[in-house]
Nanobody, 122 residues
Framework: VQLQASGGGLVHSGGSLRLSCVASGGTLSRQMMGWFRQAPGKEREFVSA????????FAADAVKGRFAISKYNANNTIHLQMNSLQPEDTAVYYC????????????????WGQGTQVTVSS
């Protein structure tokens, strides 16, 4: 499975960004796709994930109410709409795919995108 992430950038505090991740290759049914982020000097942390049929979604407490994940099966794409961004959201955001039971453990996910930088200025 190959994952291609895009959509990062630089925004001011309170601004919005939309990340996208396109999956190709492999069998993606019964898998979840989602996002992690990693800030400098910190461990990679879970952000949000969605099941392949879009029926199951969950998110980290730090982003609930601000970030929304969605999925379009027609082109194997997920989006992460990020609103009310804060400086603490600054990180490299990575998309990943893996079996449902392995989320949200990054050490149990084997397919990762290349990461996209999100920078929020105060």
């Amino acid at each position: 499975v190959q994952l291609q992430a895009s959509g990062g950038g630089l925004v001011h505090s309170g601004g919005s960004l939309r990340l996208s991740c396109v999956a190709s290759g492999g069998t993606l049914s019964r898998q979840m796709m989602g996002w992690f982020r990693q800030a400098p000097g910190k461990e990679r942390e879970f952000v949000s994930a969605i099941s392949w049929d879009g029926g199951i979604k969950f998110a980290a407490d730090a982003v609930k109410g601000r970030f929304a994940i969605s999925k379009y099966n027609a082109n194997n794409t997920i989006h992460l709409q990020m609103n009310s961004l804060q400086p603490e959201d600054t990180a490299v955001y990575y998309c990943a795919v893996g079996p449902t039971e392995n989320w949200p453990r990054p050490d149990r996910l084997h397919f990762w995108g290349q990461g996209t930088q999100v920078t929020v200025s105060s």
